[in-house]
């Protein structure tokens, strides 16, 4: 094992992540009431121009009036890009206004590490003068083809950096890729098209400490091909996806959460391996099959996510084995 290690810098329960469009009050009252693990509440991509002043001014009411962490939900804002005039307001009157009951900025489209270094700046700033306690994260969207190739480089920015999320969309439009839609699969394509993007990112994920989040499905009327994009993810060691509808979000946390069968053979090849250990053994065998540490590693992987899941409230509890 190399010398330089970069643990999990964050651990946070994401396998759902609802998507809600800050100029809809109506639809964030229901997201409180939702079984999503992380909600963002949008003011990007989401709401038009002429309504991005009244959308903050939503999200902010929306995160004093309602209590989302007793509701069980973390919770983020993403703000428009650094390319607009939009985005130094967004961070201001966010922050100074309901900095405290944030957990993390959604920052759209980065390019280059400096991206989030301008943003770390001024919530950094504004914690001091407010005197928060709590530390508001970012979370970098990888959604651009400048961004895809300087994804290792931003994943080793540390500071608030705790996750990486694969923006399918304008990562299509920015690479001039043919899609059916949004995060579909093109049948010109010998396989999964995204399938690159996802695996770069998730390992620049991993050799920084990072969670790496899927983005949108678009058809949220073909929950098939959501379920299969999110088994995809899910086996590639990606942590969650977003939910552009509530009706995705039970499908989400299906696919990232352990099976019942997953989970006890997890723990009966750490029992395994420590009655070799203590014969001297440094493998074993369970089921035809051999085990090692490795083996340890990846069963514990398994129960910590286990272990979270259960932690979480009790509307997370219930899903399909």
Same mark, same amino acid.
């Given at each position: 094992?190399?010398?330089?290690?970069?643990?999990?810098?964050?651990?946070?329960?994401?396998?759902?992540? &609802?998507?809600?469009?800050?100029?809809?009050?109506?639809?964030?009252?229901?997201?409180?009431?939702?079984?999503?693990?992380?909600?963002?509440?949008?003011?990007?991509?989401?709401?038009?121009?002429? #309504?991005?002043?009244?959308?903050?001014?939503?999200?902010?009411?929306?995160?004093?009036?309602?209590?989302?962490?007793?509701?069980?939900?973390?919770?983020?804002?993403?703000?428009?890009?650094?390319?607009?005039?939009?985005?130094?307001?967004?961070?201001?009157?966010?922050?100074?206004?309901?900095? #405290?009951?944030?957990?993390?900025?959604?920052?759209?489209?980065?390019?280059?590490?400096?991206?989030?270094?301008?943003?770390?700046?001024?919530?950094?700033?504004?914690?001091?003068?407010?005197?928060?306690?709590?530390?508001?994260?970012?979370?970098?969207?990888? =959604?651009?083809?400048?961004?895809?190739?300087?994804?290792?480089?931003?994943?080793?920015?540390?500071?608030?950096?705790?996750?990486?999320?694969?923006?399918?969309?304008?990562?299509?439009?920015?690479?001039?890729?043919?899609?059916?839609?949004?995060?579909?699969?093109?049948?010109?394509?010998?396989?999964?098209?995204?399938?690159?993007? &996802?695996?770069?990112?998730?390992?620049?994920?991993?050799?920084?400490?990072?969670?790496?989040?899927?983005?949108?499905?678009?058809?949220?009327?073909?929950?098939?091909?959501?379920?299969?994009?999110?088994?995809?993810?899910?086996?590639?060691?990606?942590?969650?996806?977003?939910?552009?509808?509530?009706?995705?979000?039970?499908?989400?946390?299906?696919?990232?959460?352990?099976?019942?069968?997953?989970?006890?053979?997890?723990?009966?090849?750490?029992?395994?391996?420590? =009655?070799?250990?203590?014969?001297?053994?440094?493998?074993?065998?369970? #089921?035809?099959?051999?085990?090692?540490?490795?083996?340890?590693?990846?069963?514990?992987?398994?129960?910590?996510?286990?272990?979270?899941?259960?932690?979480?409230?009790?509307?997370?509890?219930?899903?399909?084995?």
């Amino acid at each position: 094992m190399s010398h330089t290690l970069h643990p999990l810098r964050k651990p946070r329960l994401q396998r759902s992540e &609802l998507a809600v469009p800050g100029s809809n009050p109506t639809m964030i009252d229901k997201a409180a009431a939702s079984a999503a693990d992380f909600i963002f509440l949008d003011i990007e991509d989401a709401v038009a121009p002429p #309504d991005k002043d009244k959308a903050r001014n939503n999200i902010i009411q929306a995160l004093n009036d309602i209590d989302w962490r007793a509701k069980g939900k973390t919770m983020s804002v993403r703000i428009n890009g650094l390319d607009t005039h939009y985005m130094y307001r967004d961070v201001v009157d966010v922050m100074e206004q309901a900095g #405290d009951r944030l957990d993390t900025i959604l920052v759209p489209k980065v390019g280059v590490p400096a991206d989030l270094y301008m943003v770390e700046a001024l919530v950094s700033q504004i914690e001091a003068a407010k005197g928060f306690l709590n530390r508001v994260g970012l979370e970098a969207l990888i =959604e651009t083809a400048l961004g895809m190739a300087n994804v290792e480089a931003i994943a080793a920015f540390g500071g608030r950096l705790e996750a990486m999320h694969f923006g399918v969309a304008d990562y299509a439009a920015s690479l001039r890729a043919r899609t059916v839609n949004i995060g579909g699969l093109n049948p010109d394509y010998p396989g999964d098209q995204w399938h690159f993007g &996802l695996a770069r990112m998730t390992v620049a994920c991993r050799a920084y400490g990072l969670r790496p989040i899927d983005g949108p499905f678009g058809d949220f009327s073909d929950p098939e091909g959501y379920r299969l994009a999110a088994r995809r993810g899910a086996a590639l060691g990606i942590e969650g996806k977003w939910a552009i509808h509530p009706s995705q979000i039970d499908l989400a946390n299906e696919a990232f959460s352990p099976p019942d069968k997953e989970v006890d053979r997890a723990r009966r090849i750490i029992a395994a391996l420590k =009655e070799a250990e203590e014969q001297g053994k440094g493998a074993a065998a369970l #089921d035809g099959k051999m085990i090692d540490a490795a083996s340890e590693r990846m069963a514990r992987n398994v129960l910590i996510m286990h272990d979270a899941i259960m932690a979480s409230t009790p509307s997370h509890n219930a899903v399909p084995a």
